[in-house]
């Protein structure tokens, strides 16, 4: 395979670093084009162009909307049919999903000032939320855990899950951990048809307060062209891996750890700094030995050559200050005493402490959530979580006496910025000399 590799130290390494880490088809025009007249085709005509937009891109010849609701008793059906070992294996990672997130609530809290005025927050879950399951090139039943039972921890009362079904299958996994999340309707839709749905509602489908999940590149343009109209967890782009190794660790589980991400699609990117240039050379041989083993080895490829690298940096904290310019969505630290480097970084998704820990754990079973920011916005973002289906509100209640105390600043204030009637408000709660 033909990767990039770099060197921390040669010259113009950083335009090379910014060529490979480049990502700007979010802002495509004809994606975008294309989204807005689904968008628009959804809020004008409803259950009918869900109907036909499903029949056009998923591929099968659904002729009403009914046929797009999933009952329980088919959720229920997946549950029963799984096998033990599925069941068990979804059962443990919802139970750890949720314990990690019962760690995240907020909690309500206030406290009376000097002038006995009682100031505070007020904790309140969405009403609504809608969450995005891809189902096209994959299908992923942790997808519904990660988002759903955060929301569920939140105590969010309604929940829908949107879908597509290419072809008009149904994924029995999905459906399965929808039920065990606790979903409270599922619609067999996807693209932006779905995104738009959620949004501003049909005559089936309700309007929610969020949108979350990720989604294609269709779905993404989708969600940020509706933001403001409903929240949304974030932008995603394609998944990322970075690791930073110190040459010590097994070169085929590093090599692994890269096919992890790269195995999502075509444009996901998967970048190794090593602090050893001999063990780049390892790694590479590791990934020609497994390369052939695995399913979708033409899509590692392609995803490795168009957007993978290797990095040489002299020094760890050389390393960690690459890490922090790029900063990834997932970050393993594959070193020796790894938990004494976290504190340097500064921007990641989620990190990934010591060689045992591989990035695929906080994918499935770890405990947190896998929904990540990614194309460099863990510099302003954080991962989903309970607080992101919980409402902050503020609180005040003045006393007369701090209303009075408070008026004569407010007034001041308020005629400075020529606001008269909110500085007369301000004065008529001053208590007479």
Do not use: H, W
């Given at each position: 395979m033909d990767i990039s590799t770099l060197n921390s130290s040669s010259v113009g390494f950083n335009q090379s670093l910014n060529d490979l880490l480049a990502w700007d088809a979010a802002d495509d025009l004809a994606i975008s084009e294309v989204v807005s007249t689904v968008i628009n085709d959804v809020r004008q005509q409803g259950d009918s162009a869900l109907v036909s937009y499903t029949q056009q891109f998923d591929q099968w010849p659904a002729v009403s909307v009914d046929e797009l609701i999933v009952s329980r008793e088919q959720l229920k059906s997946a549950w029963d049919n799984l096998s033990a070992d599925q069941a068990d294996a979804l059962t443990v990672a919802a139970d750890r999903i949720r314990s990690y997130a019962e760690h995240q609530k907020l909690e309500p809290w206030s406290f009376i000032d000097d002038l006995d005025n009682s100031l505070g927050q007020k904790i309140t879950p969405l009403e609504r939320v809608g969450v995005y399951v891809p189902g096209g090139k994959a299908a992923y039943p942790s997808s519904v855990l990660m988002n759903v039972i955060p929301a569920k921890v939140a105590r969010v009362p309604d929940i829908t899950m949107v879908t597509p079904t290419p072809n008009g299958e149904l994924n029995t996994l999905v459906l399965a951990a929808a039920w065990l999340a606790g979903v409270d309707k599922v619609i067999r839709v996807g693209g932006a048809q779905a995104v738009a749905a959620l949004a501003y509602g049909t005559e089936t489908v309700s309007a929610v307060d969020k949108i979350v999940g990720p989604g294609n590149i269709y779905v993404a343009t989708a969600k940020k062209m509706v933001f403001g109209k409903v929240g949304i967890d974030m932008v995603a782009g394609p998944s990322e891996i970075l690791i930073i190794c110190d040459g010590k660790t097994n070169p085929d589980w590093i090599a692994m750890d890269l096919f992890s991400q790269a195995e999502h699609d075509e444009n996901a990117q998967s970048i190794l700094i090593s602090l050893d240039a001999g063990f780049?050379?390892?790694?590479?041989?590791?990934?020609?030995?497994?390369?052939?083993?695995?399913?979708?080895?033409?899509?590692?490829?392609?995803?490795?050559?168009?957007?993978?690298?290797?990095?040489?940096?002299?020094?760890?904290?050389?390393?960690?200050?690459?890490?922090?310019r790029i900063a990834p969505e997932h970050l393993e630290l594959s070193l020796d005493d790894a938990a004494t480097w976290v504190d340097k970084i500064q921007h990641a998704g989620a990190i990934f402490v010591g060689r045992y820990t591989a990035e695929a754990l906080g994918d499935y079973c770890a405990g947190p959530n896998h929904v990540l920011p990614t194309s460099g916005t863990s510099r302003f973002s954080s991962p989903l979580g309970v607080y992101d289906f919980q409402k902050r509100t503020s609180v005040i209640a003045c006393s007369q006496a701090g209303a009075s105390k408070l008026s004569a600043t407010a007034a001041i204030l308020a005629y400075g910025e020529s606001l008269t009637a909110h500085a007369r408000s301000a004065e008529f709660r001053k208590l007479l000399e």
């Open positions: 780049i050379d390892d790694v590479k041989n590791s990934m020609e030995k497994l390369l052939p083993t695995m399913e979708r080895a033409a899509v590692i490829q392609s995803s490795l050559e168009s957007r993978g690298g290797f990095i040489y940096a002299e020094t760890a904290e050389q390393a960690v200050n690459i890490a922090n």
